[in-house]
């Protein structure tokens, strides 16, 4: 009997292997080709697209990321950031280089990614499902139709690859069916996830279905090797839940890991300004200041983009939306949001609770709400030790001023910054009484919109009282110098060289000479020992008993002691 049972299992190895050696020389002669769709495996024109294009900054090293969470409890992420700011580049990557079927090497063999030891494992060896979710809901008149047709047509195209699947129509049961015969995890790819939470602002009941879908599709599905999700808002959520909390999400609120590669960094622009010739130090004023992990900085991709191949610094990411967008969220009627953005106007920073928004453009409890979707939309950035948001750049800082200039309950704001240009040349003119009545002025056009009680307060006022400065100074804030803390120090970039350096120092309360005096005897000009050129030392002071502003200003010339 032992005789037998060993002959059989000889015969059935034999039959195995020469089964095997059939289906190589059957697919090796008769050349079998996966089937690429639109959506399935699609092909890779569109990231090809991107590397031809005449400005192409390496982002590969995002899949060294994805490939370390493929087909783990962590394969779940969720990036949500603003418009332009390379998701979509990103996701036809990660397609690109995910396809089975395809042959893409020869698009990332001269990238970053090719260096990884994960590379080649991955490359082109998962079945990939990429989809806009715009596209459909514009094709379609309901999230009911738009969930139909999504499926008809994925399904459509599962069935020319793996034609003996039954499904009966849903794309949970045909993907289901695949990974029983493969054993392949699928890698799933959406793009504009949020669309919806868009268009269906106020549409609760569709949104719910929505949501329903993407949790079935999603959730404890052992065929998802990868689900990656792009928008601009990070996902819903329902009292304090998720609907999808399958889902690691990298926000302007927290990008961890995922920082550097939606944006450009400080390093990437330093190059492109090189090859193209063009002022960093203008780029970077303009375009940088979105801050992320670890204090990371980043630009706006589309802008300096579009900087570098006009050859000129412009508002360029704006004109992808209209001011009205901003506009309708920051006239909101919450208690204490005037002030608010009057302060971020300003250049101050206002400590935000980002938790409690409900990742929707609708449900607005509170000015955090307000300020937190700014953030995400990408009119604010993020500090997350301090929590505190913050105009980015002067790109942005524009279209806040754009956003107000029509609004009437926003005047005193309006006036002091057109009336900033000429208090900044009394301040060159040395001309203390212009601009100690100037910053009276704009105090008493805003005194309504916060108390006026500290030297914060007092620093509000006079940044709003000098906006234009940004256009020609570095703006330095409470900078670290000599012996503590200068209030503000104005660096001229090197564009505006002519103009002169400032130090200024505040006192509530105390007397304008004292200002003076601190800024000598604390050695604040250290703060300028590289700067070659004029000096003015500016003292600010204001009396609560005459509810009066003075000004001292004293010229000094680089390397004097003071």
């Known amino acids: 009997m032992t005789g037998i049972n060993k002959d059989f299992r000889t015969r059935e190895k034999l039959d195995y292997y020469f089964r095997t050696i059939y289906v190589i020389l059957f697919l090796s002669v008769s050349k079998v080709v996966i089937p690429m769709g639109k959506y399935v495996n ?47 580049m990103a996701a036809n990557m990660l397609a690109a280089y995910y396809s089975r079927g395809i042959k893409s090497n020869h698009l990332f063999d001269n990238l970053k990614i090719a260096n990884d030891e994960s590379y080649e494992e991955h490359l082109n060896q998962h079945d990939t499902l990429m989809v806009n979710m715009q596209s459909f809901l514009s094709k379609t008149e309901t999230v009911s139709k738009m969930l139909e047709m999504l499926q008809f047509e ?23 069916g695949i990974y029983a015969q493969t054993d392949r995890p699928f890698v799933i790819l959406i793009d504009e996830w949020d669309c919806l939470f868009r268009e269906y602002k106020d ?20 065929y998802i090797g990868l689900a990656y999700m792009t928008g601009i808002l990070p996902i819903k959520k329902y009292g304090t839940h998720s609907a999808l909390n399958m889902f690691d999400e990298y926000s302007m609120a927290d990008p961890f890991e995922f920082a550097n590669y939606f944006g450009f960094t400080d390093d990437e622009v330093g190059e492109l300004c090189a090859e193209f010739k063009m002022d960093v130090e203008e780029v970077r004023a303009w375009y940088n200041g979105y801050f992320v992990e670890m204090g990371t900085p980043i630009y706006n991709p589309k802008s300096v983009a579009r900087c570098m191949k006009k050859a000129r610094i412009g508002n360029y990411w704006i004109k992808t939306e209209t001011y009205e967008s901003i506009q309708g969220y920051i006239k909101l009627d919450f208690a204490g949001l005037q002030g608010q953005i009057m302060r971020l106007i300003a250049g101050e920073k ?85 601009v100690a009545d100037g910053v009276q002025r704009v105090h008493e056009q805003n005194a309504s919109l916060f108390e006026y009680n500290d030297e914060n307060s007092l620093s509000c006022v006079l940044n709003l009282a000098l906006y234009s400065a940004s256009n020609y100074y570095s703006v330095f804030r409470e900078l670290p110098s000599g012996k503590g803390f200068a209030d503000l120090v104005f660096i001229p970039r090197r564009k505006f060289n002519d103009k002169p350096a400032m130090v200024v120092e505040l006192k509530w309360n105390e007397t304008v000479q004292g200002a003076i005096t601190q800024i000598k005897e604390r050695s604040y000009v250290s703060a300028l020992e590289e700067y070659q050129g004029n000096l003015l030392l500016v003292g600010i002071s204001y009396s609560k008993k005459s509810k009066t502003h003075e000004c001292k200003i004293e010229s000094l010339e680089y390397g004097e002691s003071g």
């Open 42 to 88: 699609p092909k890779m024109g569109k990231f090809q697209r991107s590397l031809n294009s005449k400005i192409y900054v390496d982002k590969s090293e995002l899949i060294a990321h994805t490939n370390e969470l493929f087909f783990t409890e962590d394969c779940f992420i969720c990036i949500s950031r603003p418009r332009r700011f390379g998701k979509t």
């Open 350 to 434: 206002i400590k935000v609770n980002t938790n409690k928004f409900a990742n929707d453009m609708s449900t607005f409890n509170s000015t955090d709400d307000v300020l937190t979707l700014l953030l995400h939309l990408g009119y604010l950035t993020y500090d997350w030790d301090t929590e505190e948001v913050r105009i980015p750049n002067e790109e942005v800082k524009q279209e806040f001023v754009n956003s107000i200039e029509d609004l009437e309950d926003w005047s005193g704001i309006v006036g002091a910054i057109h009336t900033s240009e000429s208090l900044l040349q009394a301040i060159w003119n040395m001309d203390s009484a212009v």
């Open 203 to 222: 549409d609760n009941e569709s949104q719910r279905q929505y949501l329903d879908f993407l949790r079935l599709l999603f959730k404890d599905q052992a």
């Open 154 to 176: 994925i399904i459509t195209e599962l069935k020319e690859i793996y034609p003996d699947v039954k499904c009966n129509n849903d794309l949970t049961d045909a993907l289901h």
